[in-house]
Each structure stands twice: as structure tokens, then as C-alpha cells.
């Protein structure tokens, strides 16, 4: 079993930055590739990047390629989500998740663990 707590949500303007943790306990975090999504109401879960499980590897779909990073720390069992320049259409909730497997993976049904999710709303 893992347990993901999310946190650095909140509301930020357009251009602006923000950096969500994501701290997991149980299982040894450094056993499992860990990934970010997002949703907003009404539609389908957004995969946002992956990072392995020792953080040498991350991948990012297109739509947030060169603005959001993924890094980890194991010796504190985080993972976090940088997000620059945002705009408001990044608006949503976002979700951190743990693979069941230590290399990076892109699809959703990899996923076993989700955290409860934090707000991040992008103001004009």
C-alpha cells in the first residue's frame, strides 16, 4: 500500500509559477516510478509526466513539454511538479500517483495509488 498527500495548490495569475509536492509513505518509495495527472470537471484525467523511480528518467506529453518539470526526492519520499508559465486553461486538479512498476510509464492503468488532489486555479 502507498498513501500520496498533495499540497501547493492554490490560486496564481497567468505567467506565473507553481510547485506541487506530493509525500508518500508505506511501500519503499524508491521502488516505483511516480506520475502527475490533472482533471478538470466533466473531463477525462490528464496525464501530465512521469519520472522513474530513481529519477534518471522523466517524460512529458507535448502540452506540457518545456513548462512543467518532475523531480524527486528519495531520502524524503517526495515527488514534486513545477509548473511555469501557467495559464488559465491549466486550471484543474491535480493528482500525483505511484506505478506499480520502477521504470516510467504512460499509461493511466499503471497506476495504482492516487492522492486526494489539490486546486490549482490560473487567474487572468
Known amino acids: 500500500q502507498v498513501q500520496l498527500v498533495e499540497s501547493g495548490g492554490g490560486l496564481v495569475q497567468a505567467g506565473g509559477s507553481l510547485r506541487l509536492s506530493c509525500a508518500a509513505s508505506?511501500?519503499?518509495?524508491?521502488?516505483?516510478?511516480m506520475g502527475w495527472f490533472r482533471q478538470t470537471p466533466g473531463e477525462a484525467r490528464e496525464f501530465l509526466g512521469t519520472?522513474?523511480?530513481?529519477?534518471?528518467?522523466?517524460y512529458y506529453p507535448d502540452p506540457v513539454k518545456g513548462r512543467f518539470t518532475i523531480s524527486r526526492d528519495n531520502a524524503k519520499n517526495t515527488v514534486s511538479l513545477q509548473m511555469n508559465n501557467l495559464k488559465p486553461e491549466d486550471t484543474a486538479v491535480y493528482y500525483c500517483?505511484?506505478?506499480?512498476?520502477?521504470?516510467?510509464?504512460?499509461?493511466?492503468?499503471?497506476?495504482?495509488?492516487w492522492g486526494q488532489g489539490t486546486q490549482v486555479t490560473v487567474s487572468l
Open positions: 500517483a505511484a506505478s506499480a512498476f520502477p521504470t516510467i510509464t504512460i499509461r493511466t492503468m499503471d497506476y495504482r495509488y
Open positions: 508505506g511501500r519503499t518509495f524508491s521502488s516505483y516510478a
Open positions: 519520472i522513474n523511480w530513481n529519477g534518471a528518467s522523466t
